[in-house]
């Protein structure tokens, strides 16, 4: 299970250069010449199943396996604890990390609270109002395309994260203090369990 | 003004590796921490713990405050 948990990460991390470049080269129109060659075609196409397959386990491997979370991520941010020097080296660095994230959401939490409406009624007479308060949690909103082919209409819908700037913003805020206390709370658990 | 001492450890922990002719890197390998850690405890910018502080200074076979001292220095701050 360790080793197949290991090339799917591999497959993902190493693969992640080549899928940025083909979703970029996408975007221009020399790649429809591609279509010329079925068997380049076939190949993209197994790659990109692979680096997606290898994603969705990257991502809910991340989310809920706090063992894979901590070898992973350790490894990509470079964090090293070999001995208590560089503990508290990364025991500050991570505090100030915290605080700097903190204040940015904080700010940006503020930020997205604040309206700018303009309204210019005349050349002489002009309405200029700041609204503060106006914002709403959830934005439930569907995003929609619609395509008409032969004169059959097709719509599709994809709903992402039910949250608006705002309360993703406000959850951030929340996740990272609720993390910081229960993370300082375990701490002084095992300290006194020892 | 109210005159505070300051406690500052100090060592000499290069003087016991040149008595032994000890490399950093050796000393650093034996104790099992790194070599920046050993050449930040002497040059002061890092104190160890007081597990570490045994360990070094058993290392070396002497008792702990051969190895580690403390140097007060007086600190005048105005009262609050």
């Not at chain 1, 300082?184 to 020892?194: F, S």
């Not at chain 2, 597990?51 to 058993?58: N, S």
């Not at chain 2, 403390?70 to 005048?76: A, D, I």
Request: charged letters at 20%; one cysteine or more.
């Amino acid at each position: 299970m360790k080793q197949v948990s290991q090339i799917l990460t591999k497959t993902f991390i190493y693969l992640l250069p080549f899928a940025v470049a083909v979703i970029f080269c996408s975007q221009f129109d020399f790649m429809e010449s591609i279509v010329k060659f079925p068997n380049l075609v076939l190949l993209l196409a197994v790659v990109m199943m692979a680096w997606l397959v290898a994603g969705i386990y990257f991502f809910l491997a991340l989310t809920f396996n706090s063992h894979y979370r901590e070898r992973t991520l350790v490894k990509l941010a470079n964090i090293r604890e070999r001995d208590e020097r560089e503990e508290r080296i990364v025991g500050h660095a991570s505090r100030q990390t915290f605080l700097i994230m903190l204040a940015v959401l904080i700010s940006l939490f503020a930020l997205s609270t604040v309206r700018y409406d303009f309204t210019q009624k005349t050349a002489d007479d002009s309405t200029r109002s700041i609204t503060i308060g106006h914002f709403s949690l959830f934005d439930l909103k569907p995003e929609m395309v619609t395509s008409n082919h032969g004169g059959v209409e097709h719509q599709y819908q994809s709903y992402s994260i039910p949250l608006s700037k705002t309360g993703l913003l406000l959850l951030m805020v929340g996740v990272q203090l609720a993390a910081f206390k229960l993370t300082a709370r375990r701490e002084i658990q095992r300290g006194e369990a020892a | 003004m109210k005159t505070k001492t300051v406690l500052q450890i100090e060592s000499k922990v290069h003087v016991c590796r040149a008595e032994r002719r000890l490399s950093q890197q050796e000393l650093a390998d034996a104790i099992g921490v790194t070599r920046a850690t050993i050449n930040a405890i002497e040059g002061g910018g890092y104190n160890p713990s007081l597990e570490l502080a045994f360990r070094i200074a058993r290392h070396f076979g002497k008792p702990l405050e051969d190895v580690f001292f403390v140097q007060e220095t007086p600190n005048q701050e105005s009262q609050s």
